[in-house]
T-cell receptor
Framework: GENVEQHPSTLSVQEGDSAVIKCTYS??????FPWYKQELGKRPQLIID?????GEKKDQRIAVTLNKTAKHFSLHITETQPEDSAVYFC?????????????FGRGTSLIVHP | DAGVIQSPRHEVTEMGQEVTLRCKPI?????LFWYRQTMMRGLELLIY????????DSGMPEDRFSAKMPNASFSTLKIQPSEPRDSAVYFC?????????????FGQGTRLTVV
């Protein structure tokens, strides 16, 4: 089955700096890579996603890149703000039980200091 | 639609007691997932259903855990008997019909504490 590794587990930055979170996956058949943001005490919510036929996607201050050959993808947040502080999860959708099912990384706790 | 609804939001129980967590997926979503979240292991998939049928329960940690989906609008996750190491936040999530590889919509979660 799919295995997703996520690094770092904790990331501390100053407001205005950039933050990068990296993930690797094992199943070359995985074709969908979403990123979720979980604020303290809240549910995970999708912030951006990318499919395997695209190498990069951007939405305002956040961007995701995908390298299928190396089987890794990254989340980039520019001009970080205190409200970006949260836990971020990457996921890779590989086949499990006959359907494409997301497997999540362990999460990155991002702390943005004002 | 109100989104994925879970109940209860918080559950505190004594070791050995039976615990039942409930989930109502978004109408029309035919994939339903149960996840367990802990600091050590992150978000672990316990089981998922497609059209009310359990497809993969390989993530269920022990026979003490069981899950059912009697109809398209309701699922339960039961732990019997509960143990302190079961303490975690349990999330239910659903995805749209026929599209397992798309955004998962999560419920608010149930924070379970077993003392």
């Amino acid at each position: 089955g799919e295995n997703v590794e996520q690094h770092p587990s904790t990331l501390s930055v100053q407001e205005g700096d950039s933050a990068v979170i990296k993930c690797t996956y094992s199943d070359s058949a995985s074709n969908y890579f979403p990123w979720y943001k979980q604020e303290l005490g809240k549910r995970p919510q999708l912030i951006i996603d990318i499919r395997s036929n695209v190498g990069e996607k951007k939405d305002q201050r956040i961007a995701v890149t995908l390298n299928k050959t190396a089987k890794h993808f990254s989340l980039h947040i520019t001009e970080t703000q205190p409200e970006d502080s949260a836990v971020y999860f990457c996921a890779a959708s590989g086949v499990r039980g006959g359907s494409y099912i997301p497997t999540f990384g362990r999460g990155t706790s991002l702390i943005v200091h004002p | 639609d109100a989104g994925v609804i879970q109940s209860p939001r918080h559950e505190v129980t004594e070791m050995g007691q039976e615990v039942t967590l409930r989930c109502k997926p978004i109408s029309g979503h035919d994939y339903l997932f149960w996840y367990r979240q802990t600091m050590m292991r992150g978000l672990e998939l316990l089981i998922y259903f497609n059209n009310n049928v359990p497809i993969d329960d390989s993530g269920m940690p022990e026979d003490r855990f069981s899950a059912k989906m009697p109809n398209a609008s309701f699922s339960t996750l039961k732990i019997q008997p509960s143990e302190p190491r079961d303490s975690a936040v349990y999330f239910c999530a659903s995805t749209p019909q026929g599209k397992g590889n798309t955004e998962a919509f999560f419920g608010q979660g149930t924070r379970l504490t077993v003392v």
